[in-house]
């Protein structure tokens, strides 16, 4: 079956620095995938769709500067956290819809990164 | 707007036993609901859909049912096994407008032997 991966898996990092998280769809091309971020005991919130090639789409309340967004290839999509700060912790998912199907039951997801900013 | 509300975890149950986990949701329009599954260390999997009213989806002896009277797509299993302890997300997605995944906050089944 497709597979999405994502690392690291974990990762702890100091205030202030910047941290890369990779979103790689394994055995498929995708030319769109989807960042979620998730908190301790609530849903998945989706942050931004990123499209290869093009810029990224940012749900409301999501700083864009913040969270950059590269996808320069169908297999890859990244998602930098800037100068991070201790309420940036969370949990990061990544999904992945393969290059023409169909939203949203065809998208695969990634197993998630855990980020701790102390 | 819209959102998705599950019953709270986490849930413990015994092998072979009954398994319910309560969705309801809240949304303008007919969305298509969605029962996610994500076993230990894996990515969320689709375990089963239902576009519209009084649709039943089923997947590996689970069903939910769409009930547009109750706004509701509570899972269920008849009997469950070790193999089913995973989290569970419920979702929605509307049929109109931008197109996004709108989720629960998860339940966490444990199914003990």
């Known amino acids: 079956g497709a597979v999405v991966s994502q690392h690291p898996s974990r990762v702890i990092c100091k205030s202030g620095t910047s941290v890369k998280i990779e979103c790689r769809s394994l055995d498929f091309q995708a030319t769109t995938m989807f960042w979620y971020r998730q908190f301790p005991k609530q849903s998945l919130m989706l942050m931004a769709t990123?499209?290869?090639?093009?810029?990224?789409?940012?749900e409301q309340g999501v700083e864009k500067d913040k969270f950059l967004i590269n996808h320069a290839s169908l297999t890859l999509s990244t998602l930098t956290v800037t100068s991070a700060h201790p309420e940036d912790s969370s949990f990061y998912i990544c999904?992945?819809?393969?290059?023409?199907?169909?939203?949203?039951?065809?998208?695969?997801f990634g197993p998630g990164t855990r980020l701790t900013v102390l | 707007g819209n959102s998705v509300t599950q019953m709270e975890g986490p849930v413990t149950l015994s092998e072979e036993a009954f398994l319910t986990i309560n969705c309801t949701y809240t949304a303008t329009g007919y969305p298509s609901l969605f029962w996610y599954v994500q076993y230990p260390g894996e990515g969320l999997q689709l375990l089963l859909k239902?576009?519209?009213?009084?649709d039943k989806g089923s997947n590996k002896g689970f069903e939910a049912t769409y009930r547009k009277e109750t706004t509701s797509f509570h899972l269920e299993k008849g009997s469950v096994q070790v193999s089913d302890s995973a989290v569970y997300f419920c979702a929605l997605i509307r049929t109109q407008g931008a197109q996004k995944l709108v989720f629960g906050q998860g339940t966490r089944l444990t199914i003990n032997p």
């Open positions: 239902a576009t519209k009213a009084d």
């Open positions: 999904s992945a819809l393969p290059s023409g199907r169909a939203f949203p039951d065809t998208q695969y």
């Open positions: 990123s499209n290869e090639g093009s810029k990224a789409t940012y």
